[in-house]
């Protein structure tokens, strides 16, 4: 028996040394065969290919390939071709491993049966050619000279990919992501119709996990960072975690690099999914389609400086106005909106101070958001959304757009709620304390085109007492006009509404829009005009309609 045994060991022993001489030698065969050849391609006229090495594989019965580059080629006669390329790029891979070739059948049918392909730690470099000149005369280039296919692979697995695109010649890249993985399950491949993406290359399914993605944008002043993303096409989801649109000046200086008023935001939002994505209508016709969108978690924080004048040649535009206006068309089902927080920041015009207004814990739904032929024609954007004002009053609204008008519809409701609440935004802003007041409950409704806006409210509210401020020059503080409060108070304001005798007070919403100014400031100044119509004088009121409670 131990006599079989070494035999055994001897055998496998022998066998192992085969298999390394196998392996070793086969790398200087395909240097020997191959090397010249693969020195004189150039791929898209400028790029040259260098490798480490490659061997057979004997253990997977496939080729390892090491140390793999792309690279353009610096002869002078090459780099007179670099100005018509719009970019230049350098590609690393360290390993790519083909496991199971099938020669004798590829060699009989032209068909290249494989297990599977492993591409470990590429490194993509990506620069924008500041020279680059388009060819007066562009010749469509056309398919490799080949009949081959691929017909059989169970899985082309990417590693460790990086990717960094570089619009100048810094450092700093404008567009990164590290730690991408990506794996396409069963794909077929066919070389002879390579330029058509969608004709060459099949798949059953492909999923993708990438992590630390980074956009820089030097002109807009933002950055766009991502935690990390996964994508898998059997269940058409993609899901990002930690998006973050971060601006890269502090609030004085974004201010500063803008010659009128615009609005500084910084918004992070802790999940967003994307579910029932179509790729297929992508594909065809390059539309975005998908079935619902949640975000989870998100905080905007916007900011104003008033000190700065208004771009008189800006018109905003409605929200449907800008869906029909953008290039890319999309259809998006329903957008769920779950636990985000707004705060608004106003620095107001000759004054140091900010006003602040918070929306908390908002849960909204949009639906019908879309810009295709079909959906213009037919559907309405909805907005239902819930939230709290200062976390003190609860505040539900309805906004409806159809899609090919230039009108929409809104409505909304709030509870009871603290008057003197609103104090973060009216001292700053507009000098003005609420010192007492509550509302009971608030309603509006209404309807506006693009330049005027219309509609009724109902405001109950009681104990109303206000006080406007003054800032004397030494102290800095602010104080009360005493005379002009009182009167304001006695006389002017009414205190309550329905007031002692019941009788109640309905409000109109009437407001030209400044068409300089957005869709958001067209709505919020809208509904002030009737709280302005509310408090109006009582020999004003006089001339409305009562109704006894």
């Given at each position: ?14 066998i ?89 059948h ?18 993509i ?19 490799p ?7 059989q ?16 010649g810094n450092?700093?890249s ?32 492909i ?54 008023q615009?609005?500084r ?18 594909l ?10 949640n ?69 909204a739904?949009v ?26 009053g609860?505040i ?37 304390k ?15 085109n ?21 800032k ?8 009360e ?17 329905p ?22 400031n ?19 009121k ?8």
């Open positions: 028996m131990k006599k079989i045994y070494k035999k055994l060991i001897y055998l496998l022993i022998s192992l040394i085969l298999l390394g001489i196998v392996y070793f030698a086969s790398g200087f065969i395909i240097k020997s065969l191959f090397s010249e050849k693969i020195n004189e391609i150039r791929i898209d006229e400028i790029y040259r290919i260098n490798y480490k090495s490659a061997h057979i594989n004997p253990f997977t019965f496939g080729v390892d390939i090491k140390g793999l580059e792309l690279i353009p080629d610096s002869s002078q006669e090459i780099q007179k071709l670099y100005k018509y390329h719009s970019i230049l790029a350098h590609i690393q891979i360290k390993k790519i491993a083909i496991h199971q070739i099938g020669l004798i590829f060699l009989r049918t032209k068909e290249l049966n494989l297990d599977n392909i492993k591409i470990k730690k590429p490194i470099n990506v620069y924008k050619n500041s020279h680059f000149k388009k060819k007066k005369k562009s010749e469509k280039k056309e398919a000279d080949t009949d081959v296919i691929i017909t692979l169970n899985d082309i697995q990417i590693n460790d990919f990086s990717y960094s695109y570089y619009v100048k450092l700093i404008d567009f990164s992501f590290e730690s991408l993985i990506l794996e396409f399950n069963h794909p077929t491949i066919n070389l002879s119709k390579i330029p058509d993406i969608r004709e060459s290359i099949r798949f059953d399914d999923s993708t996990d990438m992590e630390n993605i980074s956009i820089k944008n030097t002109k807009t002043h933002y950055h766009i960072n991502l935690k990390d993303l996964h994508y898998n096409k059997q269940n058409s989801k993609l899901i990002i975690h930690g998006f973050a649109f971060i601006p890269q000046l502090d609030k004085k200086a974004f201010a500063a690099s803008h010659t009128y615009s609005d935001m910084n918004l992070n939002i802790s999940l967003i999914e994307l579910l029932n994505i179509d790729i297929q209508r992508f065809k016709d390059k539309t975005i389609c998908i079935k619902k969108m975000v989870k978690g998100a905080n905007l924080e916007v900011f104003r400086d008033k000190n700065y004048p208004i771009d008189l040649k800006k018109f905003p535009k409605l929200p449907q106005q800008a869906l029909r206006a953008s290039k890319q068309k999309f259809e998006i089902d329903s957008i769920h909106i779950i636990h985000a927080n707004v705060v608004y920041l106003e620095k107001a015009e000759e004054t140091k101070k900010v006003g602040k207004i918070e929306l908390r814990n908002i849960n739904k639906t019908n958001m879309g810009n295709t032929k079909a959906w213009i024609s037919k559907k309405k954007m909805v907005v239902n959304a819930d939230f709290s004002l200062y976390d003190k609860h539900h609204t309805k906004l409806t757009f159809p899609l090919k008008a230039n009108t929409f519809y809104y409505s909304g409701h709030l509870s009871k709620m603290s008057l003197s609440a609103f104090n973060p935004f009216t001292i700053p802003v507009a000098s003005l609420i010192k007492s007041g509550e509302t009971s409950k608030l309603d509006f409704q209404g309807s506006a693009n330049t005027f806006s219309s509609g009724d409210m109902d405001f109950y509210y009681h104990d109303l007492k206000v006080s406007l401020l003054k004397p020059k030494k102290s800095g503080k602010a104080q006009y005493k005379i002009v409060n009182y009167i304001a108070n006695r006389m002017l304001i009414p205190n309550e509404n007031d002692k005798k019941g009788r109640f007070y309905h409000a109109s919403i009437d407001f030209e829009r400044d068409k300089n100014k957005g869709f958001f067209y709505l919020v100044k809208s509904i002030l005009s009737g709280l302005k119509d509310t408090l109006i004088t009582q020999e004003n006089k001339n409305k309609k009562t109704k006894k409670e």
